[in-house]
């Protein structure tokens, strides 16, 4: 840009060695080399500005800077000059291929033309929002499910409270009955130093209006005594959950769980409890283990809760279409 200003102020000669019409393309050389080098600083039409560039260069090398062609005295200047130019030649080519970047008027042009084309079609002042009922739906359902693993898992029973309808029911192993009478019983147990977490994994939501059904992957995982040996027993099922959407809410109307397989394992190495094994075996095998610890604690365990197959699994999964056709929890 500099060597075009100064040519055209006649404050530098005009390079015209070998040119026909000299008066005429030294002029347009110097246009050149001035509007080229500022649409380069500002970033505008950039790639069309290096082509137009890297012509210039190419006929100005050839035609003033052929080394080869000055007598010895001028020779070691005219080859500063061509391989200057050459590594002019791979800037010009980096720019064409990268662009100007962020801070270059092309930038700022196509992001207001992309602003334009994706207000077209829209019907408000305001862009729609990304997240659409269906997904927000999902989302209020997800939180209702995870809170209720956190707040049961810390004694926030408060708050585990509001996870259910009023006239919603729970149904576990060891208790089924109301919201209410449920969150006092657990209330109980935490209060005793009972030791329990339910560790959630994938989930799947099905929605239809305002229900829901939702099967949750759940570990269950409780320390217990186990024929007075201290033991970590891991259920691992889903929760089947029946949900309703009222006054803009989502919360459970019926949980169920399903119960797949469990174990125990001993806190202390080298430890073991000799079982009941017909006690044991009396329990279905998804929660054999699980329900015999309850069973020794006093509580009367349900023996007809529903695995990952079989009749009680149907009659679950048929209840939750059912749920979302319309009929009562």
């Known amino acids: 840009m500099q060597s075009g200003i100064f ?18 393309f030294g002029p347009l050389g110097a246009t050149v080399e001035l509007i080229g080098g500022v649409m380069l600083i500002l970033g505008l039409a950039t790639r069309y500005a290096c082509l137009v560039m890297l012509l210039f260069m190419i006929i100005a090398t050839f035609s003033n800077h052929r080394f080869w062609d000055y007598p010895p005295a001028e020779m070691q200047g005219q080859r ?15 720019f064409y291929a990268l662009g100007a970047g962020r801070l270059s008027l092309d930038w700022l042009l196509r992001r207001g033309r992309s602003s334009s084309a994706s207000s077209v079609g829209t019907p408000s002042l305001h862009r729609a929002d990304p997240i659409d009922d269906a997904t927000r739906d999902r989302h209020a359902i997800r939180d209702c499910l995870e ?36 969150v006092a019983r657990a209330r109980g147990a935490f209060a005793r130093g009972s030791m329990s977490t339910h560790a959630l994994g994938g989930m799947s939501i099905d929605v239809v209006g305002a229900r829901a059904v939702a099967q949750t ?10 024929e007075g ?30 119960y797949e397989m469990d174990r125990a394992d001993p806190v202390n190495f080298g430890t073991s409890a000799v079982l009941d094994q017909a006690l044991l075996d009396s329990f279905p095998p998804g929660y054999r283990y699980l329900a015999y610890a309850q069973t020794r604690q006093g509580h009367a365990v349900y023996r007809d809760l529903p695995g990952v197959r079989g009749p009680e699994a149907e009659a679950l999964y048929a209840k939750g279409k059912s749920w979302l056709a319309g009929a009562s929890a």
């Open 7 to 24: 040519k055209l102020l006649g404050l530098q000669p005009f390079s015209t060695r070998g040119w026909p019409a000299a008066w005429f």
């Open 80 to 94: 500063s000059h061509f391989f200057k130019n050459l590594s002019i030649f791979g800037g010009f080519l980096a």
């Open 147 to 182: 809170n209720w693993a956190i707040w049961r898992d810390i004694g926030d029973f408060e708050r585990l409270r509001t996870c259910f309808h009023d006239d919603g029911r729970m149904n576990a192993t060891w208790f089924q009955g109301t919201p209410d009478e449920f």
């Open 217 to 226: 992957r759940v570990t269950l995982r409780i320390r217990d005594m186990l």
């Open 229 to 258: 040996v201290p033991h970590d027993i891991t259920c691992i099922g889903r929760f089947y959950d029946l949900l309703e959407k009222r006054a803009g809410r989502w919360a459970i109307c019926e949980r169920r769980l399903t």
